[in-house]
T-cell receptor
């Protein structure tokens, strides 16, 4: 039990589909993150939310749209994805990083996304 | 951009052997975190080192932060199959807000 739950675990979709990834944390944290993990590449930070406000957007294409309705839930809405978007998408949470930048991050087990 | 390079990319050893993996950068970090990721799971934090020259031990794992806070190493003594996984280092920034910079990882396989 990691305290961070991601659904679905696997997702196969066509390039014209719309789908959403969900992340829920039960750790009382107030910062949440989306990362993209591709084989043999460093984790790429996509979005950071602190206290439900987006504080980081690392030049991610607009076909990825995050949503954070409260400090426990984070969504990643997907639309018109490309084959190169196939990857493992990881959600993480931590205490507010603005307080202390060395906060450890707690990860979910990810959603394995395949674009046909 | 602060880049973290991990070496080797892949390491396969027999149970009982020792191994060391490295995490290097040309930039200074405020801290260095090590994570282990097993197949089908997310990364799990092993340790955080924050002081230059710091050494931390976690059972058979020894972590060291370089004096200049630019590099770190992870040494595993008498490796076991349960140590198999992707080892990731992540540097805490000195000039950015809350962002960790991850390396690409070292895949370690320990065979019985």
């Amino acid at each position: 039990e990691t305290g961070v739950t991601q659904t679905p675990r696997h997702l196969v979709m066509g390039m014209t589909n719309k789908k959403s990834l969900k992340c829920e944390q039960h750790l009382g944290h107030n910062a949440m993150y989306w990362y993209k993990q591709s084989a043999k590449k460093p984790l790429e930070l996509m979005f950071v939310y602190s206290l439900e406000e987006r504080v980081e957007n690392n030049s991610v294409p607009s076909r990825f749209s995050p949503e954070c309705p409260n400090s426990s839930h984070l969504f990643l809405h997907l639309h018109t994805l490309q084959p190169e978007d196939s990857a493992l998408y990881l959600c993480a949470s931590s205490q507010d990083p603005a307080v202390e930048s060395n906060q450890p991050q707690h990860f979910g087990d990810g959603t394995r996304l395949s674009i046909l | 951009t602060q880049l973290l390079e991990q070496s080797p990319q892949f390491l396969s050893i027999q149970e009982g052997e020792n191994l060391t993996v490295y995490c290097n950068s040309s930039s200074v970090f405020s801290s260095l975190q090590w994570y282990r990721q097993e197949p089908g799971e997310g990364p799990v934090l092993l340790v955080t080192v924050v002081t230059g020259g710091e050494v931390k031990k976690l059972k058979r794992l020894t972590f060291q932060f370089g004096d200049a806070r630019k590099d770190s190493s992870l040494h595993i003594t008498a490796a076991q199959p349960g140590d198999t996984g992707l080892y990731l280092c992540a540097g805490g920034p000195t000039d950015s807000w809350g962002k960790l910079q991850f390396g690409a990882g070292t895949q370690v396989v320990v065979t019985p």
